[in-house]
C-alpha cells in the first residue's frame, strides 16, 4: 500500500470537502425547518378545525343537525367568495365615466333572476318542503357546474359571461330562501332563531374568508382557476347537503294539509296578508341594503374624483372595507349573545343610528367618517338580516316560509339596486352624496313607522282570516312557537310570559299574517 503524501491528504479536505459538509448541514437544516413548519401548520389546523366544531355543536346544535348545515353553509360561502374573487374587477377598472354605464346595465341585470325568484322559485320550493335537503344540494349543484362552464367562457372572452353569472345569481337567491326556511327545522332547545342564525352568519365570515384567500391564490394564475377551485367547493358543498340530517325536509302524512299555494298573487295582496311585524322590519332592514349599495359604488367613484389629501383610493377604499367587515363581525357576534338582543326595537335603533351617520358623513367629509358610517353599515347589515330572518321565521307559518322569503329577497334586492342607482346618477359631491341618501333612509324609517302603527291598529274583525296548520316538528327539535297563537295552542305560561319580555305585546292574536 502505497503512502499518502501530506499535501494529497491537505487537499482532500480542503474545500470542497468543507463545502460538500456545510451543503449536507444546510439540507438537514432545511428538512427539519419543513417538519416542524408542517407539525406545526397540521396542529394549528387541527386546533382550528376543533375549536370551529366546537363552537358549531354546542348548545345542542350537534344533536338537532344544526352543527351539519353550519359546516354544509360554511362551505358553501367559501364557494361564493371564490366566485366573487373571479368575477371581481372587471368593472371598476375602466374609467369612471365608462364604470358609471357599466354598473348601470349591471344594477339592471341583477333584477333580472329577482323575476323568477319571487313569484316562482319560492312557491316552488313550499310545494316540495318535503325534499328541501336535495332542493338545496341542487342550487349548490347549479352554481358548482356554472362555474366550470364561466372558467372557459373567461378564457375564450365569450359575451356569455354576464348570462351565467346571473344563473349562478339566481342559484344563490334561491339557496338563501331554503336555507332560511330549514334553520327552524333544526332549532335546538338551548337556542333561539336570533343566536341560530348568528352562529351561522359568524361561520359564513370564516367560510368566506377561507374561500376568498384560496381564490386570490388561484387567481394568480388566472381566472378561470379561481373559478375551478369555487366548482370544487361547490361540488363538495353539495355532497355535505345532501347528506343533511332527515329533519330538514318537512314530512308529508296523512295530517298534513296538503297546501298549494298559486304561483302568482298581486303585490298589494301580499303585502296586505304580510304580518305588520314583517313589513315594518323589512321596511327597515331594506335601508341597510340601500345605504350598502350606495355605499359600495359611491365611495369608489368618489376617491377616485375627489381624493381626500393624504389618502389614496385603495387606502381609503381598504380602510371602508376593513371597517365594514368589522361591523359584520360586531353585529354577528352581539346576534349571538346567549340572550340575544330583541329584534325589533334592536331594527329601530340601527335606523336611527344610520340616519344620523349618513348626516354626519355629509357635513364632516373626512377619514374617519368614511370609515364610522361603513362601520355602521356593517353592523345594520349583518344585525338586522339576523333580526329579520327571526322575525320571519316566528311570524310566518312553515308552509309558507320560502315564498315569503323569496319576496323579502326581491324586495331587499330592489333596495340594493334603487342605493346604487343614487349612486352613480348623484353628483360626486359629499354633501349632497350622503345628505340624499340621509333624506332616502329617513323617508324609508317613517313609512316603517306609519306601517307599525297601520298594524297595531287593526281590529280582529278586519284581520285577514289565519290559515292554519297541524305543527311538524323533527326529532330532537323543538318546534318554532309563534307567540301570537301561544293562548291557544295551549304554551305553558310561563313561556308565553317569557315571548312577551323578548317579543313585546305585538304579537297578540289580533293581528293577521296570513301569506
Same mark, same amino acid.
Given at each position: 500500500m502505497e503512502p499518502v503524501d501530506p499535501i494529497e491528504r491537505r487537499a482532500a479536505s480542503g474545500p470542497p470537502s468543507r463545502f460538500a459538509a456545510g451543503t449536507r448541514r444546510v439540507t438537514r437544516a432545511m428538512s427539519t425547518g419543513v417538519r416542524v413548519t408542517a407539525r406545526v401548520t397540521a396542529s394549528g389546523s387541527q386546533r382550528t378545525g376543533r375549536a370551529f366544531r366546537t363552537f358549531a355543536r354546542r348548545d345542542g346544535a350537534e344533536q338537532s343537525g344544526l352543527a351539519r348545515f353550519i359546516e354544509m353553509h360554511t362551505v358553501q360561502v367559501a364557494g361564493d367568495a371564490a366566485l366573487t374573487v373571479s368575477l371581481a374587477g372587471t368593472v371598476f377598472a375602466m374609467p369612471t365615466d365608462q364604470a358609471r354605464g357599466a354598473v348601470a346595465l349591471f344594477l339592471l341585470l341583477t333584477m333580472a333572476p329577482f323575476v323568477l325568484l319571487a313569484p316562482l322559485v319560492g312557491p316552488v320550493l313550499d310545494r316540495f318542503r318535503h325534499g328541501r335537503r336535495w332542493a338545496i344540494g341542487t342550487t349548490l349543484a347549479i352554481r358548482g357546474f356554472f362555474c366550470w362552464v364561466l372558467a372557459g367562457a373567461l378564457v375564450a372572452d365569450s359575451p356569455w359571461v354576464f348570462p351565467l353569472a346571473l344563473v349562478c345569481l339566481v342559484a344563490s337567491r334561491a339557496y338563501a330562501v331554503a336555507r332560511a326556511a330549514a334553520i327552524p327545522r333544526l332549532l335546538p332547545d338551548g337556542l333561539d332563531l336570533v343566536t341560530a342564525n348568528s352562529r351561522i352568519m359568524i361561520t359564513g365570515l370564516i367560510g368566506m374568508g377561507v374561500g376568498g384567500a384560496f381564490a386570490a391564490g388561484a387567481s394568480r394564475f388566472g381566472a378561470d382557476w379561481s373559478?375551478?377551485?369555487?366548482?370544487?367547493?361547490?361540488?363538495?358543498?353539495?355532497?355535505?347537503?345532501?347528506?343533511?340530517?332527515?329533519?330538514?325536509?318537512? =314530512? *308529508?302524512?296523512?295530517?298534513?294539509? /296538503?297546501?298549494?299555494?298559486?304561483?302568482?298573487?298581486?303585490?298589494?295582496?301580499?303585502?296586505?296578508?304580510?304580518?305588520?311585524?314583517? &313589513?315594518?322590519?323589512?321596511?327597515?332592514?331594506?335601508?341597510?341594503?340601500?345605504? *350598502?349599495?350606495?355605499?359600495t359604488l359611491f365611495l369608489i367613484f368618489l376617491t377616485r374624483e375627489n381624493p381626500l389629501p393624504g389618502w389614496s383610493t385603495p387606502v381609503l377604499?381598504?380602510?371602508? *372595507?376593513?371597517?365594514?367587515?368589522?361591523?359584520?363581525?360586531?353585529?354577528?357576534?352581539?346576534?349571538?349573545?346567549?340572550?340575544?338582543?330583541?329584534?325589533?326595537?334592536? &331594527? $329601530?335603533?340601527?335606523?336611527?343610528?344610520?340616519?344620523?351617520?349618513?348626516? $354626519?358623513?355629509?357635513?364632516?367629509?373626512?377619514?374617519?367618517?368614511?370609515?364610522?358610517i361603513s362601520f355602521v353599515g356593517g353592523v345594520y347589515t349583518q344585525l338586522g338580516k339576523l333580526c329579520l330572518d327571526s322575525i320571519v321565521q316566528i311570524e310566518v307559518l312553515?308552509?309558507?316560509?320560502?315564498? $315569503?322569503?323569496?319576496?323579502?329577497?326581491?324586495?331587499?334586492?330592489?333596495?340594493?339596486?334603487?342605493?346604487?342607482?343614487?349612486?352613480?346618477?348623484? =353628483? &360626486?359631491?359629499?354633501?349632497?352624496?350622503?345628505?340624499?341618501?340621509?333624506?332616502?333612509?329617513?323617508?324609508?324609517?317613517?313609512?316603517?313607522?306609519?306601517?307599525? $302603527?297601520?298594524?297595531?291598529?287593526?281590529?280582529?274583525?278586519?284581520?285577514?282570516?289565519?290559515?292554519?296548520?297541524?305543527?311538524?316538528?323533527?326529532?330532537?327539535?323543538?318546534?318554532?312557537? /309563534? =307567540?301570537?297563537?301561544?293562548?291557544?295552542?295551549?304554551l305553558e305560561p310561563s313561556v308565553d310570559r317569557a315571548r312577551e319580555q323578548r317579543f313585546g305585546r305585538s304579537y297578540d292574536d289580533r293581528y293577521g299574517s296570513g301569506y
Open positions: 373559478l375551478r377551485l369555487a366548482f370544487a367547493i361547490y361540488i363538495a358543498a353539495t355532497v355535505l347537503a345532501i347528506r343533511l340530517p332527515a329533519q330538514v325536509d318537512t =314530512p *308529508v302524512t296523512d295530517e298534513t294539509p /296538503r297546501i298549494r299555494p298559486p304561483l302568482r298573487s298581486a303585490p298589494e295582496e301580499r303585502l296586505r296578508n304580510l304580518p305588520h311585524r314583517v &313589513l315594518h322590519a323589512l321596511i327597515i332592514q331594506s335601508g341597510a341594503r340601500f345605504l *350598502v349599495a350606495f355605499l377604499i381598504g380602510g371602508a *372595507v376593513a371597517a365594514a367587515g368589522i361591523g359584520n363581525v360586531l353585529g354577528s357576534l352581539v346576534g349571538n349573545k346567549r340572550v340575544a338582543p330583541p329584534p325589533t326595537p334592536t &331594527l $329601530v335603533v340601527l335606523g336611527i343610528i344610520a340616519v344620523v351617520t349618513c348626516i $354626519v358623513t355629509a357635513v364632516f367629509y373626512a377619514p374617519w367618517s368614511l370609515f364610522l312553515e308552509s309558507r316560509h320560502s315564498r $315569503v322569503f323569496a319576496w323579502i329577497e326581491t324586495t331587499l334586492q330592489m333596495a340594493w339596486v334603487l342605493g346604487g342607482a343614487l349612486a352613480i346618477v348623484l =353628483p &360626486l359631491e359629499p354633501g349632497i352624496g350622503f345628505g340624499a341618501a340621509a333624506a332616502f333612509l329617513a323617508l324609508g324609517f317613517l313609512l316603517a313607522v306609519r306601517a307599525r $302603527v297601520h298594524g297595531i291598529r287593526i281590529t280582529p274583525a278586519e284581520s285577514p282570516p289565519r290559515q292554519t296548520e297541524p305543527p311538524t316538528r323533527a326529532p330532537h327539535t323543538r318546534p318554532v312557537r /309563534r =307567540p301570537d297563537r301561544a293562548p291557544d295552542r295551549g
